[in-house]
């Protein structure tokens, strides 16, 4: 039987992805073979040109803080990056997640304190066995935040 999105909503669960630093090495195809890889396992790109809705043209960017704030939060198996909007930019302040061997997930509309939320999917993302982002337990901000989620390389409708 085929499993939908809003089945596993039903269940509590909600298909997701991402984190570990080094346990794989790159091949060709995008995949990562049993070496060492420098990869992470799952990569956390916060948008740092992000501006909140109200804020002054002039006043330094909130997304900046936002990634750094997620970086000093971030554990060691998982690689946090800013990177020049995520074409996102109506629902400021955005973040994806994504895991090397599974789904990518953007987020918007997130606060300036979301950094221990991003972590916290990040580690959900990390741990699942299916790729994907677990609903049960997953931060409100990620819930409520929700823009997209892309499959990943290996994805195949069953
Ligand atoms: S400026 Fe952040 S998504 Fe475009």
Redesign the pocket.
Known sequence: MRTHGTDRVERGEHPDISTTEGTASASSDGGCAPAPCATPGITLFV?T??RTPDAPADAPRA?AALVEATRAAATGDMAVKGVA?????KR???AALVRRDGWTYLFGDLGTEAAPDLIEGARLLAGSADGLMPWRGRPEALKRGMVARIPPFTFEEP
Not at 85 to 89: E, G, I, T, V
């Open positions: 948008c040109t992000c997304g909007c995520l074409a996102n930019c400021a302040l955005s």
